[in-house]
């Protein structure tokens, strides 16, 4: 019997996490059952074989041109190599601040981030979201304080994040997320970084990794599957 030229080796990892990539977008998309998305997360990790991992995604509209031969999973806007929206830094606006006192403020959608951006929550919640935002080159500061109240960072798989804060009686977290895992430096230190530090005092930052469109439930949940599947990888099932 012929063996899979595919079979084995780093080549074989990459694929299967490009395929996992490619599962959870459309997973995020609505486009995949839980069910179905465990069955296949599930079977993703036990492929021995390029082949196998190319059926897992056959019949998914492309996002990227696939390699000659088509024999690895497509690559998918969820990859840690896509750059963050830039614009030059002449369109950034020097300063931005936002304030959910007793209510909500919301900022997202497409928007250029600016330089500096402050955020304060009193007993109220405010969300910055900058899956479709434009950088500048260099640092991008959000600098916040939450005080009996909440702030939602979200940010797209790729961007470098850097987290610095305080939680006093409270909590301020960056998520756990894979695909934070997965986001690489980039070697052009004129690329965007997101710098997000301050102070919960009673209240809460969070900073989390979404997909586009992801909900966070479906985030948590997809979270949660990786992990599951993550495991049963380590004991060999």
Same mark, same amino acid.
């Given at each position: 019997?012929?063996?899979?030229?595919?079979? !084995?080796?780093?080549?074989?990892?990459?694929? &299967?996490?490009?395929?996992?990539? &490619?599962?959870?977008?459309?997973?995020?998309?609505?486009?995949?059952?839980?069910?179905? +998305?465990?069955?296949?997360?599930?079977?993703?990790?036990? *492929?021995?074989?390029? /082949?196998?991992?190319?059926?897992?995604?056959?019949?998914?509209?492309?996002?990227?041109?696939?390699?000659?031969?088509?024999? *690895?999973?497509?690559?998918?806007?969820?990859?840690? $190599?896509?750059?963050?929206?830039?614009?030059?830094?002449?369109? #950034?606006?020097?300063?931005? +601040?936002?304030?959910? #006192?007793? !209510?909500?403020?919301?900022?997202?959608?497409?928007?250029?981030?600016?330089?500096?951006?402050?955020?304060?929550?009193?007993?109220?919640?405010?969300?910055?979201?900058?899956?479709?935002?434009?950088?500048?080159?260099?640092?991008?500061?959000?600098? #916040?304080?939450?005080?009996?109240?909440?702030?939602? #960072?979200?940010?797209?798989?790729?961007?470098?994040?850097?987290?610095?804060?305080?939680?006093?009686?409270?909590? +301020?977290?960056?998520?756990?997320?894979?695909?934070?895992?997965?986001?690489?430096?980039?070697?052009?230190?004129?690329?965007?970084?997101?710098?997000?530090?301050?102070?919960?005092?009673?209240?809460?930052?969070?900073?989390?990794?979404?997909?586009?469109?992801? &909900?966070?439930?479906?985030?948590?949940?997809?979270?949660?599957?990786?992990?599951?599947?993550?495991? $049963?990888?380590? /004991?060999?099932?």
């Amino acid at each position: 019997m012929k063996s899979d030229p595919g079979a !084995g080796g780093k080549g074989l990892d990459k694929v &299967r996490q490009a395929t996992i990539d &490619r599962l959870c977008e459309r997973f995020a998309e609505d486009r995949l059952s839980m069910r179905d +998305f465990e069955r296949r997360l599930d079977l993703a990790h036990r *492929a021995t074989t390029t /082949r196998q991992l190319a059926a897992l995604v056959a019949g998914f509209p492309p996002t990227t041109p696939q390699p000659v031969g088509g024999s *690895a999973a497509p690559a998918t806007s969820a990859s840690p $190599k896509v750059p963050a929206n830039m614009v030059p830094p002449e369109r #950034v606006p020097p300063r931005q +601040f936002l304030a959910g #006192v007793l !209510g909500a403020s919301t900022r997202g959608g497409a928007w250029i981030a600016p330089r500096e951006t402050y955020a304060l929550a009193l007993m109220g919640g405010v969300e910055f979201d900058f899956r479709e935002a434009a950088f500048g080159p260099g640092v991008t500061e959000v600098t #916040v304080f939450a005080l009996w109240g909440g702030v939602d #960072v979200i940010v797209p798989p790729g961007l470098q994040v850097e987290c610095s804060g305080a939680g006093i009686m409270g909590a +301020f977290e960056r998520t756990p997320d894979e695909l934070a895992d997965a986001s690489v430096a980039s070697s052009d230190p004129g690329s965007p970084v997101l710098r997000v530090n301050g102070v919960a005092l009673m209240g809460g930052v969070t900073v989390s990794t979404r997909l586009p469109g992801e &909900r966070e439930k479906d985030a948590a949940r997809r979270r949660k599957l990786v992990r599951k599947a993550r495991r $049963k990888e380590l /004991r060999g099932w």
